[in-house]
């Protein structure tokens, strides 16, 4: 397990969490376990236009993030399926 000096702390944006709230229950579950592995997980991909911001994708869903290393946090503001994914940011790609 990775040392406390090596966490992230995880915020999330108003969105990212009434798009939580109003998912099914364990779909919803499953996210906030993914999102919160991002903690002490290297980032993943980044959008090729926008490098800054990096996408977690498991299955059908997908998390959009930005990452502050000198303030040790990572902060979420988009959740959800692939298709609200690529209508609201497949311009970014």
Do not use: C, N, W
């Amino acid at each position: 397990m990775a040392a406390d000096a090596d966490k992230y702390g995880i915020l999330y944006s108003e969105r990212a969490v009434e798009t939580l709230k109003k998912m099914d229950k364990s779909i919803s579950e499953k996210i906030r376990k993914k999102i919160d592995a991002l903690a002490v997980r290297a980032p993943t991909r980044a959008l090729k236009k926008h490098p800054d911001v990096l996408v977690l994708e498991f299955g059908q869903h997908r998390v959009l993030y930005l990452m502050d290393a000198g303030k040790k946090t990572k902060t979420i503001f988009f959740v959800g399926d692939h298709k609200e994914y690529e209508k609201k940011y497949g311009k970014m790609f």
